[in-house]
């Protein structure tokens, strides 16, 4: 998935056990939607902390904040409560969604680091895809939100 093209719709659970569409989040504004590869491991939780800690500025711009990662619902419940995370992360068990992003490794291997600012046209507006620096995510995704024409 590269800038410009059009981001897949798709349904997933939250760590709730809400179901949802991409399609409901864009409804109310542009969509941050970052993949991690596995709840609770400290670089995931470097980036999910982050985001959570920028919860004011992506307000400022609009933005929902979602994380995704193949961890079952009940994983990712007890990440969200254990971080007070205050945005849904969301199971993505078959990688299906993985996939369509482009981000899915191949065999068991966890998925790549990557994340997508989604305006709500469904256009992707920028892809951060660094596997090493956790607070990169956010901060570029902020810039792009910042940067875009409203």
Sequence with gaps: ?????????????????????????????PVVLFFY????TRGCTAESCHFRDLA?????????RLGISADPVDRQAA???KEGLDYPLLSDPDRSIAKAFGVKRPGPLFNRRATFVI??????LEVIASETSMHTHADT???ALRARPV
């Excluded at 800038?3 to 864009?26: N, Y």
Aim: proline share 4%; aromatic share 8%; no cysteine.
């Design 119 to 124: 305006d709500t046209d469904r256009t992707v």
């Design 1 to 29: 998935m590269d800038v410009g093209e059009v981001a897949p719709d798709f349904e997933a659970l939250t760590h709730r056990g809400e179901t949802v569409r991409l399609a409901d989040f864009l409804a109310a504004g």
């Design 37 to 40: 590869p596995r709840a609770m």
């Design 79 to 81: 990440f969200a409560d």
């Design 56 to 64: 004011a500025e992506f307000t400022a711009v609009g933005a929902t």
């Design 141 to 143: 995704a902020l810039a």
